[in-house]
């Protein structure tokens, strides 16, 4: 994601050494910008650094040679890069499940700004990476595959600490609610609300069932209707486990709210006595300027940002971590709304420090920014 590819374009043509291929949207095609940036360097190593430090935003990239690949990770480690290897060669991946299904196995997790060279016969680390990161928190909650690992982390075994963390605060405060069912919202949210349901000892159902032959993630069209459509499609009902029945939902999070909203309503439509709801995360509060997690033209497209906006104005982003903490007035005047918006029986998200403990790796490491405005989550 490229923020100030206008202005890196005006300078490169300027200068009179690039053009550019347009795509159907109107805007420059990146990786030919990323190309004229590579080229204004004698190598690749100097080219990549060069192209790295113009862009405002994420990068990570492949160039393929004639025998071999060069592979760079985004200098911030937004997003992972690993190494599998066989018998017969090796190969890269974002995710590690994609290769061993192949029979590769891992034998290299690049670091953040680290480039190298990839062939059949091994690889060569061109340029060292850091140990220092700020990669996507939103890789373990929502959109990372459930058999992945990053940093060591695996997907499904996090979100299941996350959902055990969750049950724990809801016990500690004394607002665990009588159900009859913990539920996730599928897929991201099923393994949340088993780890939920197991620390509470609620029996877990799944009063809804995906249907898959759609599109994978309700997040990928970029129009909202048709997310909208998308995440309506996939979801089947199970009329016995929902009619007379007060259920507690865990959701990966709540962006705009219109997808759950919808849900909610389905759920009563077909009998649902209670519908509580648990976001595996905290109130999203920023749309990501890194990777294009949450597409949003406005802040205010978010709906924890539109109540705060509503009840104080632009001076309301000064108190976002009120709002956060279930514990202070503005964070219960923030979920009381979000529930009469919704219809909720009752609303609670989970921590940024809960969050964190469920990933297990060091909050300085993980980009909260989505969160808490910070690339970081400690400093």
């Known amino acids: 994601m490229i923020h100030n590819?206008?202005?890196?374009?005006?300078?490169?043509?300027?200068?009179?050494?690039?053009?550019?291929?347009?795509?159907?949207?109107?805007?420059?095609?990146?990786?030919?910008?990323?190309?004229?940036?590579?080229?204004?360097?004698?190598?690749?190593?100097?080219?990549?650094?060069?192209?790295?430090?113009?862009?405002?935003?994420?990068?990570?990239?492949?160039?393929?040679?004639?025998?071999?690949?060069?592979?760079?990770?985004?200098k911030a480690g937004k997003l992972p890069i690993l190494i599998g290897k066989r018998s017969d060669g090796f190969c890269f991946s974002f995710e590690d499940f994609a290769y061993m299904k192949l029979g590769y196995s891992t034998c290299h997790e690049m670091k953040a700004g680290e480039i190298l060279k990839l062939n059949k016969d091994g690889y060569e680390i061109l340029a060292e990476g850091t140990d220092k990161m700020s990669i996507c928190t939103f890789l373990w909650t929502y959109y990372g595959y459930p058999n992945a690992t990053y940093e060591g982390k695996n997907v499904e075994a996090m979100r299941m600490r996350n959902g055990m963390i969750m049950a724990e605060n809801d016990i500690k405060n004394g607002r665990l609610p009588d159900v009859d069912y913990v539920c996730g919202v599928p897929d991201s949210g099923t393994p949340h609300a088993i780890g939920y349901a197991n620390r509470s000892g609620i029996p877990f159902a799944r009063p809804f069932i995906k249907y898959t032959p759609t599109w994978p993630r309700s997040f990928m069209p970029t129009n909202q209707s048709m997310r909208n459509k998308v995440a309506k499609m996939k979801l089947i009902p199970v009329h016995d486990l929902i009619k007379g029945k007060k259920l507690l939902f865990v959701d990966d999070s709540i962006v705009r709210g219109t997808q759950m909203r919808e849900t909610v309503e389905f759920l009563y439509e077909n009998g649902a006595k209670e519908v509580h709801m648990r976001s595996a995360c905290p109130p999203i509060m920023?749309?990501?300027?890194?990777?294009?997690?949450?597409?949003?033209?406005?802040?205010?497209?978010?709906?924890?940002?539109?109540?705060?906006?509503?009840?104080?104005?632009?001076?309301?982003?000064?108190?976002?971590?009120?709002?956060?903490?279930?514990?202070?007035?503005?964070?219960?005047?923030?979920?009381?709304?979000?529930?009469r918006r919704l219809e909720l029986t009752s609303l609670e998200f989970q921590s940024l420090e809960g969050t964190v403990k469920a990933v297990e790796l060091e909050g300085c490491k993980l980009c909260t920014y989505c969160w808490n405005g910070k690339e970081n989550c400690i400093g």
């Open 5 to 74: 590819a206008s202005d890196i374009a005006d300078e490169l043509l300027q200068s009179g050494c690039a053009n550019f291929e347009a795509m159907s949207s109107g805007s420059i095609n990146s990786a030919d910008l990323i190309g004229a940036l590579i080229a204004q360097k004698d190598n690749f190593v100097d080219g990549i650094r060069y192209a790295q430090s113009k862009i405002q935003g994420t990068m990570s990239l492949v160039i393929m040679l004639k025998d071999s690949v060069i592979c760079a990770r985004d």
């Open 286 to 339: 920023y749309g990501c300027k890194y990777l294009n997690f949450s597409r949003s033209n406005s802040e205010l497209e978010l709906i924890a940002r539109q109540i705060i906006d509503e009840h104080e104005g632009v001076e309301g982003v000064k108190y976002i971590n009120e709002y956060s903490d279930s514990n202070t007035q503005r964070g219960r005047l923030l979920r009381d709304e979000i529930c």
